[in-house]
């Protein structure tokens, strides 16, 4: 692609079999679509978990930044540390509880820490102390997700006088997580953003209150606060109808490895749950539910080749699949194939993927193993 050069995935080449190519230019695009659209004051936390949902935890964070993300969210210690270690100097907030013999290396590499307990608070102590330090953390509640967090005012009270206590433990934010935004009703939301509210308001001191993820985002202005937290939207893929034009930032392809004309009668694949009833030209394609696949598709998912959707028949296979390329003509081996993203006007998304497979698009960005190595686009003045 003119202007922009690639970086892959690890030191070795990059195989010809598959890829996922990552647009950064377009997430840089999509944080600063969804930065411009804040309320005045509201500042962007850009969600960078599980290895940037996919997309690569450093190279997205970095760009996130780069686009004017003010700070970033991971789910575990040790991902912040990644981030540290790569030169990301921003606030990172750790969004999960953490173990007690994690929290020293947290605190050591200036990272934030969820907590919602005295005893969180009591162990984020012993860790600063540990190494001379001073554990930052956020104060999570509870406010309906019943996962973690300071549920009612009493725990809230109690977890406040944990802090007097701990010189070393400071409080810089407080945030909660809707647990059902991007659904048809949002009274639960609103319910959730009244608690959240009254719990905030018992402490003592003024400190960055945060709510709102991606369907918040779209859909609850009022949620905004002092900051969001974007995830899934980063990445082209807001959970909620939205007016900002934001674009996915994967493309994985793979490639055709055989081309083959089978007869009326003939079955495909294991367990022969398809069956030919006519002369069929079939492509066997270089990807299965060993690459991350889903093999929850199988019947139901189509490939783009030649600019041209072509329906999967047959069981996904551990690394093949087959694709009724009939209708397509001059197919041969070699040829590219888009599993997900854009070949001329024809388009597969994730929530394609996830609507096939009975899941959703989070789980399908995430899914690609280890052996589908991804390269980076990189615009130069982007």
Same mark, same amino acid.
């Given at each position: 692609?003119?202007?922009k050069?690639?970086?892959?995935? =690890? ?6 079999? /598959? ?5 950064? &230019?377009? #997430? ?21 978990k ?22 970033l969210?991971?789910?575990l210690?040790?991902?912040?540390? #990644? ?17 007690p ?13 969820a ?8 162990? %984020? /102590? ?8 001073e ?9 309906g ?12 009270? &109690? ?8 010189p ?32 905030s ?8 209150? $945060?709510?709102?993820?991606?369907? &918040? ?5 009022e949620? %905004?606060?002092d900051?969001?937290?974007?995830g ?10 939205t ?11 793979a ?5 083959? %004309?089978?007869?009326?009668g ?17 492509a066997t394609v ?7 696949? $889903?093999r929850? %598709?199988? =019947?139901?998912a ?13 069981r ?17 081996? =070699?040829?590219?194939?888009? #599993? ?16 096939w497979? =009975?899941?959703i698009?989070?789980e ?13 686009? $990189?615009?130069?003045?982007?």
């Open positions: 692609m003119k202007g050069d690639k970086r892959k995935d =690890g030191d070795g080449p990059v195989e010809a079999r /598959q890829r996922r190519t990552i647009d950064l &230019a377009v #997430l840089r695009k999509n944080v600063r679509l969804i930065r411009d659209s804040l309320p005045t004051g509201a500042r962007l936390m850009a969600v960078v599980a290895d940037g949902y996919g997309h690569g935890i450093v190279q997205v964070a970095q760009s996130a930044v780069r686009a004017g993300a003010e700070a969210a991971v789910a210690i040790g991902e912040g540390v #990644l981030l540290r270690q790569a030169g990301v100097t921003v606030p990172v907030l750790v969004l999960g509880a953490s173990m013999e994690e929290l020293p290396e947290g605190v050591r590499h200036g990272l934030t820490m907590v919602c307990t005295p005893e969180a608070v009591y162990q %984020a /102590q012993e860790a600063a102390a540990s190494v001379n330090g554990a930052l953390v956020h104060l999570k509640l509870d406010t997700m019943n996962r973690i967090g300071a549920r009612s005012e009493d725990e809230v009270r &109690a977890v406040i006088a944990a802090l007097r206590e701990c070393r433990v400071r409080l810089t934010g407080v945030f909660t997580h809707f647990a059902d935004a991007d659904g048809s009703d949002m009274a639960f939301t609103r319910l959730q953003l009244e608690r959240f509210n009254r719990l308001s018992l402490l003592p001191e003024r400190v960055i209150r $945060h709510c709102a993820n991606s369907a &918040a985002i779209h859909r609850l202005p949620a %905004a606060f900051m969001v937290r974007a899934i939207s980063l990445y082209g893929y807001p959970p909620v109808e007016a900002l034009p934001l674009e996915p930032c994967m493309r994985w392809t490639r055709v490895a055989h081309v083959k %004309a089978i007869d009326p003939d079955t495909v694949s294991y367990g022969r749950t398809y069956t030919a009833d006519r002369t069929l030209r079939v270089s990807c299965g539910y060993g690459d991350g696949y $889903h929850a %598709a199988s =019947g139901k189509e490939v783009i080749i030649r600019g041209r959707r072509a329906p999967v028949i047959g996904i296979c551990m690394d093949q699949m087959m694709a009724d390329v009939s209708d397509i003509p001059d197919v041969k081996t =070699g040829d590219e194939v888009v #599993l997900i993203g854009r070949d001329g006007e024809a388009v597969i998304t994730a929530e394609d993927v996830a609507s497979a =009975g899941t698009s989070y399908v960005l995430l899914a690609a193993t280890g052996r589908v190595p991804r390269v980076w686009l $990189h615009e130069s003045d982007g």
